[in-house]
């Protein structure tokens, strides 16, 4: 088991950059993929990247691939979204995420976070 917590959320200009950090706690932290996911307002909650125990593999939602990178540290249990090229849409409230499976689906993530705001201004 492991307990999550995000930070570094905030307001933006459209273009500009932001990086969330998650910090994890528990037993174990390598052996979990850890999933960014994001909310907004009468939204569903939405997958928008993963990355591997090891660091090593990636995958992102197409809506925010080539702006967004996750990267994690796991000497410090920490797992990052650096966010660039930030866009209205961007503007939700982000959660970080462990599971033990490669998934994409919230329902398949048994831990997770309290969430981050990201507001993003035009």
């Known amino acids: 088991q492991v307990q999550l917590v995000e930070s570094g959320g905030g307001l933006v200009q459209a273009g500009g950059s932001l990086r969330l950090s998650c910090a994890a706690s528990?037993?174990?932290?390598?052996?979990?993929?850890m999933g960014w996911f994001r909310q907004a307002p009468g939204k569903e909650r939405e997958f928008v990247g993963i990355i591997s125990g090891g660091g090593s593999i990636t995958s992102y939602a197409d809506s925010v691939k080539g702006r967004f990178t996750i990267s994690r540290d796991n000497a410090k249990k920490a797992v990052y979204l650096q966010m660039n090229s930030l866009k209205p849409e961007d503007t939700a409230v982000y959660y970080c995420?462990?599971?033990?499976?490669?998934?994409?689906?919230?329902?398949?993530?048994?831990?997770w976070g309290q969430g981050t705001q990201v507001t993003v201004s035009s």
């Open positions: 995420a462990a599971s033990s499976l490669r998934t994409s689906s919230p329902a398949n993530y048994p831990y």
């Open positions: 528990g037993r174990t932290f390598s052996p979990y993929f």
